[in-house]
């Protein structure tokens, strides 16, 4: 009952916070916002906590609809995961967003926290409907406010309302796609209750089946960016406020793809690897266009958004790689990749919602994000550079941060193939597992680009302008995230087991015996494993830490089947100890010991010989991503337009224009046409609305209660 | 490449026996005029005709400050007592500022080349270093294109006012320890471009020089026995024996 | 020169100039109003395909005059185009919008002189940089004083090169002064966005010694000295330039002996800098084996040059009226024995150069040149002569008895790099052949004569190894120098490198630097 008393402070809280806005003034929306907004992230913490430990279920049914069956409120293991990772991104979310309504970021404050809040609220319903329409309801609540947030905030005027309309109405498309397949399945349950529909999916066609797959997929991860529906995104990011897009890729996001693995994973297991295929290929396609996109990019938003865009392609590629498992009969293997996609989830919300912190201060100080103009930040913003520097090592993937872990898991989850029968089958697994490594490799060129064109080398723009170290509203929140970044890097070993029970139920079997073996543990407890390969790890020294540390150990193993007896191990606790040692050994043994009698003189960078060195003759970010472009272009073919002007005479040039078109292929094949189709059904529901608010929110809600009316009909047959 | 290959090899050794042994071939070396006893007729004559104010007459010897013979020739062409020449080519010479200097390297060493506004010559003549007939890398000596790297300084020209800041900045990126050689005429005195109101009169006004090497140009030979001179694996030469006292009190 | 053009002058330009003919040196003297001066030049440039050679700008006691010297292709002479202003005055009319090839020549009288050309569209940091020296200093009038201008040093502290790129992420790439192994001390801006170079800025004369300046005043025979030691690879070359600028001015005669040794002198020069150039060219592309058989040739002829003259550099061989030294025919025999060996070998290195595909890949279609781009730049040299532009001042206005010897003049259609590089071999070739020629006829007699100085002013040219050079100098009547000025090769090539650079990736550079066998010393001054 714990977890029920949470779920109301929750919800009361988010309520009583936004009465509090309405009704206090202007300079006080901020204390507010910070206050309940902490606290109803608290909550929400403690109520996804409480289920994990307790390892119970939480199953609340409320009241009885007529005709529509029992609206239920309900937390298994896997909300109760979502519900933590939400409430830890919150929190600092919170803080910064109340930071920043502070100093200016919106206009109208009380609005913001009203709706804030109320979006706090909306999510944290999503993830414990226990219902389809509770879902489907709680949903469509999620969409207007992130729509009216995006709106509501007015940092810059011109094409706000438009990117704010465009996420709404492809939301909107989305949501519509969603409640078919689910009134699909709820048609073959004859209910919406999810262990309803649970109990009956696998009774469902292969027809209906694929067209709930494709339907929720598709629908789902309009929210969550996937390939071809995803190009709404960057524009959504770059329109909303700084105060807010945190929120958007750090908790909104999480909710597509926790709808698609809801639905594909939980109400209706796979039983035909071929929908896990095209999840792993939409995925893996997700990511390279994803992080294509970001390394070329100069806006550090729109970087930042393709960069999601990207981990969520990791994170479907793992959903995909688990249904095939399962559906091929493997749940152990299934268990490790639905870990690793979770694991990779949970990871992205914390860093990427730490770099947003940053470079929502970044924007704030120098008034750009144009990575071209940045430069040097980290002479004035030693501190914040250090947090965001945290977040780009995690989303690198470099040990000893969160992301190496998860990443690992995930190309080590592609390895699994090889049990595979199917020779189709591991194909497909080779190149998505050779397309993910790609990726993996443009993101550090990616996030190299970002930290050293932004805040290395020399400042480019408004060199008078005075800059500030971020304020403790924004480290604090910075650091927070940091803190969870190198933890989840560092205890991989702690992480896996309490996700484990989590996924155990979509895929049949627990990972944290597979991949955590108990090293920690006495003799008895490693009967699962052959006594000699326990005898040559205790060699190695698997078993250190075994006297003053809880849990099973420290090594990540990963090891094959009978007729593939690969291992793989991996400890990033050993690895980071071991640095620490290597590095500071060396430290000692070269300037304390080797080299103690000799002074040492900071001498200024070599420049040629060069009077002054400009900051316009460094390196910029376009210049820097240009191979990758130069790469991508054999592939894209964009047009350039060269344009020499000339005075005088035709030698005498006073300017070359160069403007790139990229019209890439992906682009004119498939995302102009959904954009067109998509533009002429907005600009349908546009006159619809005439351009009022509300009216179209009332159309939303009509278009859903019609669908459900729809399905009364049919269920009262 | 075997083409190549076979050619490297049909072409054979032509590497200099220097610094093992002499140097013996033809056009090696321009020569320098050497201090030595004249009638007074004959070294008043000298001294009218040369432009840079080389010879001096101390005691009735006609000494010579190398530092300042441009090649021009006129002491030994077209005079009735020509100044003695002598065609050696190890002119490697510690400089007045620094003397008694102690072997700074024991191993390989990096050069990094300096034009401070040089003719072209003395460059030339230090790219000839690298061409098979002096190939100082079988000496363990390297050309450095960064300062970061280099060990030792080797300036050619006269030090430009343009280059001067560039030629600190260079000087001060050389981690310690460090040798500066100047080489040819131009870095040592000016050369005739001295009195130039944009250069300075030698690159000794702007770096502290370790070793001297005149000429103009001075040859391979030469530049190379600064450059051994600086490393510490020959002795340096007096080429103005018992006239320090001309150079102190100048002209 | 053809008698039209005196005629052609008088129809076309009545009223504007005034045109005197003097036929001893078949020179053509044109005296011009301000206001009809550019068209004049374009029309000279343009409609009668003069070459514009060089620009001199004298500082008479009451007035400027500007000399404007153009010359024509093989049988039509000299024509100098002057024009003056009071000394009060400091402005002319730009001829840049004509004449593209005195673009250069015109920012150094600004620097030089503080004179402005209206119409130039890019005049100041050229010699004097804006970051190093304040305005106002006009280090080539007679009353500069260099003491105040050292005294109240005050560069510009906020300078910015003046980029012309627009497009987003486009940025200044800057190399040097300091910038690779052995190199010359020279600046580029190169504006790029990260692979090609899509402008290229040299900044030069961070090597400028000022060698106009300290020659005035000094006699001629003490002058020769800087003209042979400003750009010492080509010594002879400049220091032959000189000479002849003086003897002209003087009327003097030179023996034929030293006609002819100064000829074989010259290609025996010409000979060892296309050695070395073929041996930088090679390097470039780090083909380390032809690199270093090229490196045995330049060594080889720079011994020949020092066995034969006692330099290596041919320094103090020449003086005004002659040759300070004879050489015996014997000598000079030997020293071609052994040049004709080296060719030999170079032409075997050529031969298995033009079959290396590897060195190839890298020398073609690079740096590429247009025939147009080269005669409106005014290029000069192999550099012109591999695009097609065969001008040649030994065959077009001999000098030293050049007319007298049978010689090709080589040239190429392409324009790239290889071309250059062909052009290079083939030079060689003509060299010894002209070599042998004034061997086997090589006449007796002294090689110095003595004449009177007088005052009077005259050009001086020849084809150095890297192009046509100018030398203008004005002596008083005691023989000492009052205003000389050079216009090298390099001046005229560095300023359409440009050309050849832009829209090619960064790492072709190099190799198209050394193509264009640029020299910053002789460009400097
Ligand atoms: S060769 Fe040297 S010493 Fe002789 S006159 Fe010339 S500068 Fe003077």
Same mark, same amino acid.
């Given at each position: 009952?714990?977890?029920?008393?949470?779920?109301?402070?929750?919800?009361?809280?988010?309520?009583?916070?936004?009465?509090?806005?309405?009704?206090?003034?202007?300079?006080?929306?901020?204390?507010?916002?910070?206050?309940?907004?902490?606290?109803?992230?608290?909550?929400?913490?403690?109520?996804?906590?409480?289920?994990?430990?307790?390892?119970?279920?939480?199953?609340?049914?409320?009241?009885?609809?007529?005709?529509?069956?029992?609206?239920?409120?309900?937390?298994?293991?896997?909300?109760?995961?979502?519900?933590?990772?939400?409430?830890?991104?919150?929190?600092?979310?919170?803080?910064?967003?109340?930071?920043?309504?502070?100093?200016?970021?919106?206009?109208?404050?009380?609005?913001?926290?009203?709706?804030?809040?109320?979006?706090?609220?909306?999510?944290?319903?999503?993830?414990?409907?226990?219902?389809?329409?509770?879902?489907?309801?709680?949903?469509?609540?999620?969409?207007?406010?992130?729509?009216?947030?995006?709106?509501?905030?007015?940092?810059?005027?011109?094409?706000?309302?438009?990117?704010?309309?465009?996420?709404?109405?492809?939301?909107?498309?989305?949501?519509?796609?969603?409640?078919?397949?689910?009134?699909?399945?709820?048609?073959?349950?004859?209910?919406?209750?999810?262990?309803?529909?649970?109990?009956?999916?696998?009774?469902?066609?292969?027809?209906?089946?694929?067209?709930?797959?494709?339907?929720?997929?598709?629908?789902?991860?309009?929210?969550?960016?996937?390939?071809?529906?995803?190009?709404?995104?960057?524009?959504?990011?770059?329109?909303?406020?700084?105060?807010?897009?945190?929120?958007?890729?750090?908790?909104?996001?999480?909710?597509?793809?926790?709808?698609?693995?809801?639905?594909?994973?939980?109400?209706?297991?796979?039983?035909?690897?071929?929908?896990?295929?095209?999840?792993?290929?939409?995925?893996?396609?997700?990511?390279?266009?994803?992080?294509?996109?970001?390394?070329?990019?100069?806006?550090?938003?729109?970087?930042?958004?393709?960069?999601?865009?990207?981990?969520?392609?990791?994170?479907?590629?793992?959903?995909?790689?688990?249904?095939?498992?399962?559906?091929?009969?493997?749940?152990?293997?299934?268990?490790?990749?639905?870990?690793?996609?979770?694991?990779?989830?949970? +990871?992205?919300?914390?860093?990427?919602?730490?770099?947003?912190?940053?470079?929502?201060?970044?924007?704030?100080?120098?008034?750009?994000?144009?990575?071209?103009?940045?430069?040097?930040?980290?002479?004035?913003?030693?501190?914040?550079?250090?947090?965001?520097?945290?977040?780009?090592?995690?989303?690198?993937?470099?040990?000893?941060?969160?992301?190496?872990?998860?990443?690992?898991?995930?190309?080590?989850?592609?390895?699994?193939?090889?049990?595979?029968?199917?020779?189709?089958?591991?194909?497909?697994?080779?190149?998505?597992?050779?397309?993910?490594?790609?990726?993996?490799?443009?993101?550090?060129?990616?996030?190299?680009?970002?930290?050293?064109?932004?805040?290395?080398?020399?400042?480019?723009?408004?060199?008078?302008?005075?800059?500030?170290?971020?304020?403790?509203?924004?480290?604090?929140?910075?650091?927070?995230? =940091?803190?969870?970044?190198?933890?989840?890097?560092?205890?991989?070993?702690?992480?896996?087991?309490?996700?484990?029970?989590?996924?155990?139920?979509?895929?049949?079997?627990?990972?944290?015996?597979?991949?955590?073996?108990?090293?920690?543990?006495?003799?008895?407890?490693?009967?699962?494993?052959?006594?000699?390969?326990?005898?040559?790890?205790?060699?190695?020294?698997?078993?250190?830490?075994?006297?003053?540390?809880?849990?099973?150990?420290?090594?990540?193993?990963?090891?094959?089947?009978?007729?593939?007896?690969?291992?793989?191990?991996?400890?990033?606790?050993?690895? $980071?100890? =071991?640095?620490?040692?290597?590095?500071?050994?060396?430290?000692?043994?070269?300037?304390?010991?080797?080299?103690?009698?000799?002074?040492?003189?900071?001498?200024?960078?070599?420049?040629?010989?060069?009077?002054?060195?400009?900051?316009?003759?460094?390196?910029?970010?376009?210049?820097?991503?240009?191979?990758?472009?130069?790469?991508?272009?054999?592939?894209?073919?964009?047009?350039?337009?060269?344009?020499?002007?000339?005075?005088?005479?035709?030698?005498?040039?006073?300017?070359?224009?160069?403007?790139?078109?990229?019209?890439?292929?992906?682009?004119?094949?498939?995302?102009?046409?959904?954009? =067109?189709?998509?533009?002429?059904?907005?600009?349908?529901?546009?006159?619809?609305?005439?351009?009022?608010?509300?009216?179209? =929110?009332?159309?939303?809600?009509?278009?859903? &209660?019609?669908?459900?009316?729809?399905?009364?009909? @049919?269920?009262?047959? | 490449?075997?083409?190549?290959?076979?050619?490297?090899?049909?072409?054979?050794?032509?590497?200099?026996?220097?610094?093992?042994?002499?140097?013996?071939?033809?056009?090696?070396t321009p020569g320098l005029p050497v201090s030595s006893q004249m009638d007074t007729?004959a070294a008043r004559?000298l001294v009218d005709i040369c432009p840079t104010q080389v010879f001096t007459i101390i005691n009735g010897r006609v000494n010579v400050d190398v530092d300042r013979c441009i090649h021009?020739?006129?002491c030994?062409?077209?005079?009735?007592?020509?100044a003695r020449w002598d065609s050696t080519y190890e002119w490697g010479v510690e400089s007045n500022q620094k003397k008694n200097l102690l072997p700074a390297?024991?191993?390989?060493?990096?050069?990094?080349?300096?034009?401070?506004?040089?003719?072209?010559?003395?460059?030339?003549?230090?790219?000839?270093?690298?061409?098979?007939?002096? +190939?100082?890398?079988?000496?363990?000596?390297?050309?450095?294109?960064?300062?970061?790297?280099?060990?030792?300084?080797l300036v050619?020209?006269p030090g430009?006012?343009?280059?001067?800041?560039?030629?600190?900045?260079?000087? +001060?990126?050389?981690?310690?320890?460090?040798r500066v050689v100047a080489a040819g005429v131009c870095a040592l005195s000016g050369g005739?471009?001295a009195?130039?109101?944009?250069?300075s009169e030698g690159v000794t006004d702007i770096l502290p020089v370790d070793v001297e090497v005149p000429g103009n140009?001075p040859?391979?030979l030469a530049i190379?026995h600064g450059l051994l001179v600086a490393a510490g694996r020959k002795p340096p030469v007096d080429l103005q024996p018992g006239s320090s006292q001309a150079n102190a009190t100048g002209e | 020169?053809?008698?039209?053009?005196?005629?052609?002058?008088? #129809?076309?330009?009545?009223?504007?100039?005034?045109?005197?003919?003097?036929?001893?040196?078949?020179?053509?003297?044109?005296?011009?109003?301000?206001?009809?001066?550019?068209?004049?030049?374009?029309?000279?440039?343009?409609?009668?395909?003069?070459?514009?050679?060089?620009?001199?700008?004298?500082?008479?006691?009451?007035?400027?005059?500007?000399?404007?010297?153009?010359?024509?292709? $093989?049988?039509?002479?000299?024509?100098?185009?002057?024009?003056?202003?009071?000394?009060?005055?400091?402005?002319?009319?730009?001829?840049?919008?004509?004449?593209?090839?005195?673009?250069?020549?015109?920012?150094?009288?600004?620097?030089?002189?503080?004179?402005?050309?209206?119409?130039?569209?890019?005049?100041?940091?050229?010699?004097?940089?804006?970051?190093?020296?304040?305005?106002?200093?006009?280090?080539?009038?007679?009353?500069?004083?260099? @003491?105040?201008?050292?005294?109240?040093?005050?560069?510009?502290?906020?300078?910015?090169?003046?980029?012309?790129?627009?497009?987003?992420?486009?940025?200044?790439?800057?190399?040097?002064?300091?910038?690779?192994?052995?190199?010359?001390?020279?600046?580029?801006?190169?504006?790029?966005?990260?692979?090609?170079?899509?402008?290229?800025?040299?900044?030069?004369?961070?090597?400028?010694? &000022?060698?106009?300046?300290?020659?005035?005043?000094?006699?001629?025979?003490?002058?020769?000295?800087?003209? #042979?030691?400003?750009?010492?690879?080509?010594?002879?070359?400049?220091?032959?330039?000189?000479?002849?600028?003086?003897?002209?001015?003087?009327?003097?005669?030179?023996?034929?002996?030293?006609?002819?040794?100064?000829?074989?002198?010259?290609?025996?020069?010409?000979?060892?800098?296309?050695?070395?150039?073929?041996?930088?060219?090679?390097?470039?592309?780090?083909?380390?084996?032809?690199?270093?058989?090229?490196?045995?040739?330049?060594?080889?002829?720079?011994?020949?040059?020092?066995?034969?003259?006692?330099?290596?550099?041919?320094?103090?061989?020449?003086?005004?009226?002659?040759?300070?030294?004879?050489?015996?025919?014997?000598?000079?025999?030997?020293?071609?024995?052994?040049?004709?060996?080296?060719?030999?070998?170079?032409?075997?290195?050529?031969?298995?150069?033009?079959?290396?595909?590897?060195?190839?890949?890298?020398?073609?279609?690079?740096?590429?040149?247009?025939? @147009?781009?080269?005669?409106?730049?005014?290029?000069?040299?192999?550099?012109?002569?591999?695009?097609?532009?065969?001008?040649?001042?030994?065959?077009?206005?001999?000098?030293?008895?050049?007319?007298?010897?049978?010689?090709?003049?080589?040239?190429?259609?392409?324009?790239?790099?290889?071309?250059?590089?062909?052009?290079?071999?083939?030079?060689?070739?003509?060299?010894?052949?002209?070599?042998?020629?004034?061997?086997?006829?090589?006449?007796?007699?002294?090689?110095?004569?003595?004449?009177?100085?007088?005052?009077?002013?005259?050009?001086?040219?020849?084809? &150095?190894?890297?192009?046509?050079?100018?030398?203008?100098?004005?002596?008083?009547?005691?023989?000492?120098?009052?205003?000389?000025?050079?216009?090298?090769?390099?001046?005229?090539?560095?300023?359409?490198?440009?050309?050849?650079?832009?829209?090619?990736?960064?790492?072709?550079?190099?190799?198209?630097?050394?193509?264009?066998?640029?020299?910053?010393?002789? +460009?400097?001054?």
């Amino acid at each position: 009952m714990m977890t029920q008393a949470f779920i109301i402070a929750f919800l009361s809280l988010c309520g009583a916070g936004a009465l509090l806005a309405v009704a206090m003034p202007r300079t006080r929306q901020g204390s507010i916002l910070a206050v309940t907004g902490c606290l109803a992230a608290i909550a929400l913490m403690l109520a996804g906590s409480s289920t994990l430990i307790s390892g119970e279920n939480f199953l609340q049914p409320l009241w009885e609809l007529p005709n529509l069956g029992r609206m239920t409120i309900g937390i298994d293991q896997l909300s109760a995961v979502f519900l933590l990772v939400t409430g830890l991104v919150l929190f600092p979310a919170s803080i910064f967003a109340s930071s920043h309504l502070e100093r200016g970021a919106i206009s109208n404050g009380s609005l913001f926290t009203v709706l804030l809040l109320a979006l706090y609220a909306a999510i944290g319903l999503v993830f414990i409907a226990g219902d389809a329409l509770s879902f489907l309801l709680a949903w469509e609540a999620m969409s207007i406010f992130s729509y009216l947030l995006i709106v509501a905030s007015r940092q810059q005027e011109d094409g706000k309302a438009n990117s704010g309309f465009l996420l709404l109405a492809m939301g909107e498309a989305g949501t519509l796609a969603a409640v078919l397949g689910f009134l699909l399945l709820a048609a073959g349950a004859g209910s919406l209750d999810f262990s309803a529909i649970q109990g009956t999916s696998p009774g469902l066609g292969s027809g209906l089946r694929w067209a709930v797959f494709l339907l929720t997929f598709f629908g789902f991860g309009v929210k969550a960016g996937l390939v071809p529906v995803n190009f709404w995104l960057p524009r959504a990011y770059t329109a909303a406020s700084r105060a807010f897009v945190p929120v958007l890729a750090g908790a909104t996001l999480n909710l597509g793809l926790y709808g698609i693995l809801r639905v594909n994973a939980g109400l209706m297991p796979a039983t035909d690897a071929a929908p896990g295929l095209v999840a792993l290929v939409i995925g893996t396609l997700t990511a390279l266009v994803g992080i294509l996109y970001a390394t070329t990019d100069n806006d550090l938003k729109v970087i930042l958004a393709h960069s999601s865009i990207e981990n969520v392609g990791i994170v479907v590629a793992g959903f995909g790689a688990g249904m095939v498992f399962v559906a091929t009969n493997h749940p152990i293997p299934a268990a490790i990749a639905f870990v690793a996609a979770l694991y990779h989830l949970i +990871n992205h919300s914390f860093f990427k919602t730490l770099l947003f912190f940053g470079v929502g201060e970044v924007e704030k100080q120098t008034g750009t994000r144009d990575l071209n103009n940045l430069g040097g930040l980290i002479k004035w913003m030693p501190l914040a550079t250090l947090a965001f520097l945290v977040g780009t090592l995690s989303i690198s993937a470099l040990p000893p941060f969160n992301g190496f872990v998860s990443e690992w898991l995930t190309l080590q989850t592609m390895l699994r193939s090889t049990e595979l029968s199917s020779a189709a089958v591991k194909l497909v697994f080779a190149l998505a597992g050779a397309g993910l490594a790609l990726t993996a490799a443009l993101a550090v060129t990616c996030f190299v680009r970002v930290f050293a064109m932004g805040f290395l080398g020399m400042r480019r723009l408004n060199e008078n302008r005075q800059l500030l170290e971020a304020r403790a509203g924004t480290l604090a929140p910075m650091f927070i995230l =940091a803190a969870l970044c190198l933890g989840f890097g560092l205890l991989p070993t702690y992480v896996i087991p309490t996700l484990s029970p989590a996924v155990a139920p979509l895929a049949g079997a627990s990972a944290s015996d597979a991949l955590v073996p108990p090293f920690f543990a006495s003799d008895p407890a490693h009967s699962a494993l052959p006594s000699t390969f326990v005898k040559d790890f205790h060699d190695l020294g698997a078993q250190i830490g075994q006297s003053f540390l809880p849990g099973r150990g420290l090594v990540v193993l990963h090891r094959g089947g009978e007729e593939n007896p690969v291992v793989f191990a991996m400890s990033t606790s050993y690895m $980071a100890v =071991a640095l620490i040692v290597l590095l500071g050994g060396t430290y000692v043994v070269i300037r304390l010991w080797l080299t103690r009698r000799r002074k040492l003189r900071q001498r200024k960078r070599w420049d040629g010989g060069i009077r002054r060195l400009l900051p316009e003759m460094t390196y910029t970010a376009t210049g820097f991503s240009n191979p990758v472009r130069v790469v991508f272009d054999a592939v894209f073919r964009p047009t350039t337009v060269e344009d020499t002007r000339e005075t005088v005479t035709r030698h005498f040039r006073t300017a070359i224009l160069r403007e790139q078109e990229r019209t890439h292929p992906v682009d004119k094949l498939v995302f102009h046409p959904v954009r =067109a189709a998509l533009l002429r059904v907005a600009r349908a529901l546009a006159y619809l609305h005439q351009g009022r608010l509300n009216t179209y =929110a009332t159309y939303a809600l009509a278009a859903l &209660a019609a669908v459900l009316v729809m399905y009364l009909i @049919q269920a009262s047959w | 490449m075997s083409p190549w290959v076979i050619k490297g090899i049909r072409t054979g050794i032509k590497t200099s026996a220097y610094p093992r042994n002499a140097e013996t071939a033809a056009g090696v070396t321009p020569g320098l005029p050497v201090s030595s006893q004249m009638d007074t007729g004959a070294a008043r004559a000298l001294v009218d005709i040369c432009p840079t104010q080389v010879f001096t007459i101390i005691n009735g010897r006609v000494n010579v400050d190398v530092d300042r013979c441009i090649h021009c020739y006129r002491c030994v062409r077209g005079v009735e007592q020509p100044a003695r020449w002598d065609s050696t080519y190890e002119w490697g010479v510690e400089s007045n500022q620094k003397k008694n200097l102690l072997p700074a390297f024991r191993k390989s060493i990096n050069i990094c080349v300096v034009d401070a506004g040089d003719c072209g010559s003395c460059l030339n003549e230090v790219r000839q270093l690298s061409s098979p007939y002096y +190939n100082i890398h079988r000496l363990g000596f390297f050309i450095t294109p960064t300062p970061r790297h280099a060990d030792v300084l080797l300036v050619v020209g006269p030090g430009t006012d343009h280059m001067s800041l560039a030629l600190q900045k260079i000087y +001060n990126a050389i981690p310690t320890p460090k040798r500066v050689v100047a080489a040819g005429v131009c870095a040592l005195s000016g050369g005739v471009f001295a009195e130039s109101f944009t250069c300075s009169e030698g690159v000794t006004d702007i770096l502290p020089v370790d070793v001297e090497v005149p000429g103009n140009p001075p040859p391979p030979l030469a530049i190379l026995h600064g450059l051994l001179v600086a490393a510490g694996r020959k002795p340096p030469v007096d080429l103005q024996p018992g006239s320090s006292q001309a150079n102190a009190t100048g002209e | 020169m053809e008698l039209g053009l005196k005629e052609q002058v008088k #129809e076309r330009w009545a009223g504007h100039a005034k045109c005197r003919y003097d036929d001893r040196s078949d020179l053509c003297e044109i005296t011009c109003a301000r206001a009809s001066l550019a068209e004049l030049c374009g029309w000279l440039f343009i409609d009668k395909d003069f070459n514009f050679a060089n620009l001199i700008v004298e500082e008479m006691p009451a007035a400027w005059r500007l000399r404007y010297i153009f010359y024509g292709g $093989a049988g039509s002479g000299w024509v100098h185009v002057l024009a003056s202003a009071l000394c009060s005055e400091e402005t002319f009319p730009s001829i840049v919008k004509f004449v593209h090839a005195a673009d250069w020549h015109e920012r150094e009288a600004e620097d030089m002189f503080g004179l402005t050309f209206e119409g130039h569209p890019r005049l100041g940091d050229f010699i004097l940089h804006d970051d190093a020296w304040q305005e106002n200093v006009d280090p080539m009038r007679h009353h500069f004083d260099p @003491q105040m201008a050292i005294r109240y040093r005050k560069p510009a502290a906020d300078w910015r090169p003046r980029r012309i790129v627009q497009e987003s992420g486009a940025f200044v790439m800057p190399v040097g002064p300091k910038y690779s192994g052995v190199t010359e001390s020279v600046h580029f801006l190169l504006e790029t966005v990260g692979e090609d170079v899509i402008r290229f800025m040299p900044r030069l004369f961070y090597k400028w010694r &000022a060698i106009e300046k300290i020659a005035e005043g000094k006699p001629a025979d003490e002058v020769l000295l800087l003209a #042979e030691r400003f750009a010492a690879t080509t010594a002879f070359a400049h220091g032959l330039a000189f000479c002849q600028a003086v003897e002209t001015a003087c009327a003097a005669d030179i023996p034929p002996r030293a006609a002819g040794l100064r000829v074989f002198l010259a290609e025996l020069e010409r000979l060892r800098q296309h050695a070395g150039a073929i041996q930088e060219i090679c390097e470039s592309t780090a083909l380390a084996v032809a690199a270093s058989e090229a490196g045995i040739f330049e060594e080889d002829l720079l011994r020949i040059s020092g066995e034969l003259t006692g330099h290596r550099y041919l320094f103090g061989m020449l003086a005004p009226g002659g040759l300070l030294l004879d050489l015996p025919d014997n000598d000079c025999r030997q020293a071609l024995n052994k040049s004709q060996a080296v060719l030999k070998q170079l032409d075997n290195l050529e031969t298995e150069l033009r079959v290396s595909s590897s060195f190839l890949d890298r020398l073609e279609e690079v740096g590429y040149v247009q025939q @147009q781009v080269a005669a409106a730049y005014g290029l000069l040299g192999p550099v012109a002569r591999a695009s097609a532009v065969a001008h040649d001042l030994r065959r077009e206005q001999p000098y030293s008895g050049y007319s007298q010897f049978r010689f090709e003049v080589p040239s190429e259609q392409e324009g790239d790099g290889y071309a250059r590089l062909r052009v290079l071999f083939s030079e060689c070739r003509q060299s010894v052949h002209i070599m042998e020629q004034t061997v086997a006829a090589m006449p007796g007699g002294g090689v110095l004569e003595s004449f009177k100085p007088r005052e009077g002013a005259a050009l001086g040219w020849v084809e &150095a190894p890297r192009g046509a050079a100018f030398h203008w100098v004005r002596l008083d009547e005691r023989g000492f120098v009052t205003r000389y000025h050079v216009a090298p090769p390099s001046f005229a090539n560095w300023h359409g490198f440009h050309v050849a650079v832009e829209n090619f990736a960064f790492q072709d550079f190099p190799i198209m630097l050394a193509t264009f066998d640029l020299s910053v010393a002789e +460009n400097d001054r």
